[in-house]
């Protein structure tokens, strides 16, 4: 290990017989290098942060999005801890509760839905905090798997990242022990709410994630709690009037190179290559929501204005933007009609293109408001096409580099 890499932290000798990593405080020293491309990456990132917090106001009801958004959320951000859930079952058990087919582990997605909108009610209360921290590791891991690991409680051993059948003798990452984990987690809040004026937010954004993954406070659901520290971060200094920014999906695409990011700080004091990384992230991340804000515009007033006539029509159109899995019972009950009028209209909706019946059952059958789920995979879809290119590149680009040089004729 190289000096520079003390710039992140040190491996401390444990009376164990393990090392483990305690992280020096934030800011990083020597300071961050922000100039050059980094810099540029910055701009591009405020802009496109910028332009999603506007989007966002021209929704009828930026709300109904953001409800959207943050289901979306919990389940890709569950999902990279393994759980296999879809945005669909979540909507499905929201509707309709447990139901035979219905995935065990939906109660981790639910869990975090809550968790979400929990930390975001609770910052217009106090601020950004190790109290509501702990707040959401208590909502997060209520009654679900790792629930027996002290929910909403700081860690009082030691824990360790690998995989199956890892121990403390070869884990990937050995985070501080136990006696540090509270002082470390004081730095971290007082660097949280001390560096507001001395750097720019984004970059600050990218540190503490780091900086919290780095010390994995709890005994599980660190990933899922680190990845909202950054959208509570962002609304509670109001870069975002509304929790649109997520990076769930951009680092479920990225992972390798999250993981490789992470570790060259640890490593190698490598502070600057993972800030461009959460930058780049910012950036493709905000394109996509705002996109995706500006097709939902578009689908609903196409939509309102093909059924304009029809009241019933209209009324389950915005319905279906807060919740869009519905059966005829439930169609019956948000439009006050009777059962054959509500099934009618569904049945109508469905002809259109606009429902899809997705049980095949004669009875209790249930619909989706396609189109409009569509517009948040198309997200998932295109990041992992995006991603799947960059790998060709560059395993293209490997290959020729390998090539022996080109006699000269």
Same mark, same amino acid.
């Given at each position: 290990?190289?000096?520079?890499?003390?710039?992140?932290?040190?491996?401390?000798?444990?009376?164990?017989?393990?090392?483990?990593?305690?992280?020096?405080?934030?800011?990083?020293?020597?300071?961050?290098?922000?100039?050059?491309?980094?810099?540029?990456?910055?701009?591009?990132?405020?802009?496109?942060?910028?332009?999603?917090?506007?989007?966002?106001?021209?929704?009828?009801?930026?709300?109904?999005?953001?409800?959207?958004?943050?289901?979306?959320?919990?389940? $890709?951000?569950?999902?990279?801890?393994?759980?296999?859930?879809?945005?669909? *079952?979540?909507?499905?058990?929201? &509707?309709?509760?447990?139901?035979?087919?219905?995935?065990?582990?939906?109660?981790?997605?639910?869990?975090?839905?809550?968790?979400?909108?929990?930390?975001?009610?609770?910052?217009?209360?106090?601020?950004?905090?190790?109290?509501?921290?702990?707040?959401?590791?208590?909502?997060?891991?209520?009654?679900?798997?790792?629930?027996?690991?002290?929910?909403?409680?700081?860690?009082?051993?030691?824990?360790?990242?690998?995989?199956?059948?890892?121990?403390?003798?070869?884990?990937?990452?050995?985070?501080?022990?136990?006696?540090?984990?509270?002082?470390?987690?004081?730095?971290?809040?007082?660097? +949280?709410?001390?560096?507001?004026?001395?750097?720019?937010?984004?970059?600050?954004?990218?540190?503490?994630?780091?900086?919290?993954?780095?010390?994995?406070?709890?005994?599980?659901?660190?990933?899922?709690?680190?990845? $909202?520290?950054?959208?509570?971060?962002?609304?509670?200094?109001?870069?975002?009037?509304?929790?649109?920014?997520?990076?769930? $999906?951009?680092?479920?695409?990225?992972?390798?190179?999250?993981?490789?990011?992470?570790? &060259?700080?640890?490593?190698?004091?490598?502070?600057?290559?993972?800030?461009?990384?959460?930058?780049?992230?910012?950036?493709?991340?905000?394109?996509?929501?705002?996109?995706?804000?500006?097709?939902?515009?578009?689908?609903?007033?196409?939509?309102? &204005?093909?059924?304009?006539?029809?009241?019933?029509?209209?009324?389950?159109? *915005?319905?279906?933007?807060?919740?869009?899995?519905?059966?005829?019972?439930?169609?019956?009950?948000?439009? *006050?009609?009777?059962?054959?009028?509500?099934?009618?209209?569904?049945?109508?909706?469905?002809?259109?293109?606009? +429902?899809?019946?997705?049980?095949?059952?004669?009875?209790?059958?249930?619909?989706?408001?396609?189109?409009?789920? *569509?517009?948040?995979?198309?997200?998932?879809?295109?990041?992992?096409?995006?991603?799947?290119?960059? &790998?060709?590149?560059?395993?293209?680009?490997?290959?020729?580099?390998?090539?022996?040089?080109?006699?000269?004729?």
């Amino acid at each position: 290990m190289n000096d520079s890499a003390h710039r992140a932290g040190r491996w401390i000798q444990q009376s164990t017989g393990y090392k483990a990593f305690v992280p020096a405080p934030l800011p990083p020293d020597p300071p961050l290098r922000l100039d050059g491309p980094i810099q540029a990456m910055l701009s591009q990132a405020d802009r496109d942060l910028g332009r999603l917090d506007a989007v966002a106001t021209l929704l009828p009801n930026p709300d109904l999005f953001v409800a959207m958004y943050v289901r979306h959320e919990a389940v $890709l951000s569950s999902q990279i801890e393994g759980t296999q859930s879809t945005l669909e *079952d979540v909507l499905a058990f929201e &509707a309709e509760g447990q139901q035979e087919g219905t995935p065990k582990d939906i109660e981790e997605v639910v869990n975090y839905v809550r968790a979400m909108n929990h930390a975001l009610a609770r910052l217009a209360e106090f601020p950004l905090s190790l109290r509501l921290l702990r707040e959401v590791h208590a909502q997060l891991m209520q009654g679900v798997r790792g629930g027996d690991k002290s929910p909403g409680e700081f860690r009082t051993s030691q824990n360790w990242i690998g995989g199956a059948g890892v121990s403390l003798r070869n884990a990937a990452f050995i985070p501080p022990p136990p006696h540090e984990v509270l002082p470390q987690l004081g730095q971290l809040e007082t660097f +949280l709410h001390a560096s507001r004026d001395q750097m720019p937010l984004l970059v600050r954004c990218a540190l503490v994630h780091a900086q919290f993954e780095t010390i994995h406070p709890f005994l599980d659901g660190n990933g899922r709690v680190g990845r $909202l520290l950054i959208t509570l971060m962002l609304c509670a200094e109001g870069a975002l009037t509304r929790p649109l920014l997520y990076l769930s $999906l951009y680092l479920k695409t990225h992972r390798a190179e999250y993981y490789d990011r992470l570790t &060259a700080i640890r490593s190698q004091g490598h502070w600057e290559p993972w800030v461009g990384f959460f930058l780049r992230g910012v950036s493709q991340t905000a394109r996509a929501a705002a996109q995706t804000a500006r097709d939902i515009i578009q689908l609903r007033e196409a939509h309102r &204005a093909a059924v304009a006539s029809n009241a019933r029509a209209l009324r389950l159109l *915005d319905h279906l933007l807060v919740q869009p899995s519905v059966s005829a019972p439930r169609a019956t009950q948000w439009l *006050d009609c009777s059962f054959p009028t509500a099934l009618k209209l569904l049945q109508d909706l469905e002809a259109r293109g606009w +429902l899809r019946e997705v049980t095949g059952y004669g009875r209790n059958r249930q619909w989706r408001y396609q189109p409009y789920l *569509d517009l948040f995979h198309r997200e998932a879809v295109e990041a992992q096409m995006a991603d799947a290119a960059n &790998a060709t590149s560059q395993r293209t680009a490997s290959a020729f580099s390998a090539l022996p040089p080109t006699p000269n004729p």
